[in-house]
């Protein structure tokens, strides 16, 4: 079946734009969770979600993060006013429900110039 | 909060030889113990899990979680050319959702 996908693949963006990353989990999934993925560095916790529970935001950086995901399927990662620091992968996961085993996209590649 | 330390990498071996990756971690709870690999431009899969006292298995890995000293070593008695990758150790606390990685280890295995 169809796994996680992410778009776009790619982005190039200027700092201080803002921009938008998308993930599909896979379908039936009610989990979806963001990490961050930086040069040299391990996975960082962004933020989760759980059906249509509150989401934990507990590791988002700053304020000019911020996420939401409509209908419980399609979840969307804003970054405003990019700074270089932002860039990194940025992966999404989808699991069957909250701590079943998380299932990876291909990520999103964020260059902020 | 929760914390996971792995081998510094880089790593690079012969094929056939064998392989241990270090993980050690501090958490207040209990907890599931997992080590991800991540191949060249792929996305990061799961290789294997284990909750605590229990060796798991996968593609010829093993990790055994020792509870006395927060150890959840991997191990490969022979290594391939495709098991070249950057492997990550991570947790999982009981009643949490969220995974708390480590920095990775490159893996490089060479003819």
């Known amino acids: 079946g169809a796994g996680v996908s992410q778009s776009p693949s790619n982005k190039v963006t200027e700092k201080g734009k803002d921009v938008e990353l998308r993930c599909d989990p896979i379908?039936?999934?009610?989990?979806l969770y963001w990490y961050r993925q930086s040069l040299g560095q391990g996975l960082e916790f962004l933020i989760y979600?759980?059906?249509?529970?509150?989401?934990?935001k507990s590791g988002l950086p700053s304020d000019r993060f911020s996420a939401e995901r409509t209908g419980g399927s399609v979840s969307t990662l804003t970054i405003q006013r990019t700074q270089q620091e932002d860039s990194a992968v940025y992966l999404c996961?989808?699991?069957?429900?909250?701590?079943?085993?998380?299932?990876f996209g291909p990520g999103t590649r964020l260059t902020v110039l | 909060g929760d914390s996971v330390t792995q081998t510094e990498g880089p790593v690079t071996l012969p094929e056939r030889a064998a392989l241990t990756l270090n993980c050690t971690y501090q958490?207040?709870?209990?907890?599931?113990l997992f080590w991800y690999v991540q191949y060249l431009n792929k996305e990061p899969e799961l290789l294997l899990k284990?909750?605590?006292?229990q060796e798991t298995d996968s593609r010829g890995f093993q990790a055994s979680p020792i509870k006395s000293d927060s150890s959840f070593h991997l191990e490969k008695p022979s290594v391939q050319l495709s098991d070249s990758a950057v492997y990550y150790c991570?947790?999982?606390?009981?009643?949490?959702?969220?995974?708390?990685f480590g920095a990775g280890t490159t893996v490089t295995v060479r003819a």
């Open positions: 284990s909750s605590e006292n």
């Open positions: 379908s039936g999934h009610t989990a």
């Open positions: 958490s207040s709870y209990s907890t599931f």
């Open positions: 996961a989808s699991s069957l429900s909250g701590g079943d085993t998380q299932y």
């Open positions: 991570a947790l999982r606390d009981r009643g949490d959702y969220k995974l708390s």
């Open positions: 979600f759980q059906g249509n529970s509150a989401p934990d």
